[in-house]
Nanobody
Framework: QVHLVESGGGLVQAGGSLRLSCAVS????????MGWYRQAPGKQRELVSA????????????VKDRFTISRDNPENLMTLNTVYLHMNSLKPEDTAVYYC?????????????WGQGTQVTVSS
């Protein structure tokens, strides 16, 4: 069973920055895709950004040029260990619970395993 540990959420003013971290604390197989989803009250969960072991990334249109996903040990092409989401120029509409997801497949829509979620609140 894959266990993901998220950290870095919190309260920030509009225009501010936060960094989310997601660490794989245990995994029986290689993790080849990881990413972040978010869910705001009354809305569906949406993919924010994802990354694969090969370094491919994707972003939701709403966060392009503001958010950056990265990983530790980019030279490790076998598995992902820790993934970061650097969030800049935050807007009130970025307020949501952010969930880390992991996948044994090298996909840009990881969804096999999930973290517990971390709250991000952006005040205007």
């Amino acid at each position: 069973q894959v266990h993901l540990v998220e950290s870095g959420g919190g309260l920030v003013q509009a225009g501010g920055s936060l960094r989310l971290s997601c660490a794989v604390s245990s995994a029986p197989e290689y993790i080849r895709g990881m990413g972040w989803y978010r869910q705001a009250p009354g809305k569906q969960r949406e993919l924010v950004s994802a990354i694969t072991t090969g370094g491919n990334t994707n972003y939701a249109d709403s966060v392009k040029d503001r958010f950056t996903i990265s990983r530790d040990n980019p030279e490790n092409l076998m598995t992902l260990n820790t993934v970061y989401l650097h969030m800049n120029s935050l807007k009130p509409e970025d307020t949501a619970v952010y969930y880390c997801a992991a996948d044994t497949r090298a996909v840009l829509y990881p969804r096999e395993s999930w973290g517990q979620g971390t709250q991000v609140t952006v005040s205007s």
